[in-house]
């Protein structure tokens, strides 16, 4: 509701995207109910809507020319930098870390993942 008012309060466009990349977690028909609720509401959108997981080729083509630029670099793979900091913890002190704080912090990513150069 805050987008919509903050663009129609400055003339903006009101744009929806759908977040729908956990496919397996994606049920059937839920886009159209959530449309149908935005509609009852009020709440119009001013373009197509954009559906995440329709544009896997256009992520895939931008990461391209993210890697084609060397603005990109492989991520450390998630499990593999969890043992490493276990076991430095484990080496170095008596009080055992967060099990997921090198994941919070950015530091470790699933397979396959990549990180931007700043």
């Given at each position: 509701?805050?987008?919509?008012?903050?663009?129609?309060?400055?003339?903006?466009?009101?744009?929806?995207r759908?977040?729908?990349?956990?496919?397996?977690?994606?049920?059937?028909?839920?886009?159209d109910?959530?449309?149908?609720?935005?509609?009852?509401?009020?709440?119009?959108?001013?373009?197509?809507?954009?559906?995440?997981?329709?544009?896997?080729?256009?992520?895939?083509?931008?990461?391209?020319?993210?890697?084609?630029?060397?603005?990109?670099?492989?991520?450390?793979?998630?499990?593999?930098?969890?043992?490493?900091?276990?076991?430095?913890?484990?080496?170095?002190?008596?009080?055992?870390?967060?099990?997921?704080?090198?994941?919070r912090?950015?530091?470790?990513?699933?397979?396959?993942?990549?990180?931007?150069?700043?």
């Amino acid at each position: 509701m805050a987008s919509f008012l903050d663009a129609r309060a400055v003339g903006g466009r009101w744009l929806v995207r759908m977040e729908d990349l956990d496919r397996p977690r994606c049920e059937p028909g839920m886009a159209d109910t959530i449309l149908r609720q935005l509609e009852a509401y009020g709440l119009h959108w001013d373009d197509d809507v954009l559906v995440q997981s329709q544009r896997d080729d256009a992520y895939a083509a931008a990461l391209d020319a993210l890697k084609a630029l060397g603005a990109v670099y492989p991520a450390p793979a998630l499990a593999a930098s969890l043992r490493r900091r276990r076991a430095t913890t484990r080496a170095t002190s008596s009080t055992p870390a967060p099990a997921g704080r090198g994941c919070r912090r950015g530091r470790a990513h699933a397979p396959g993942a990549f990180v931007c150069r700043m």
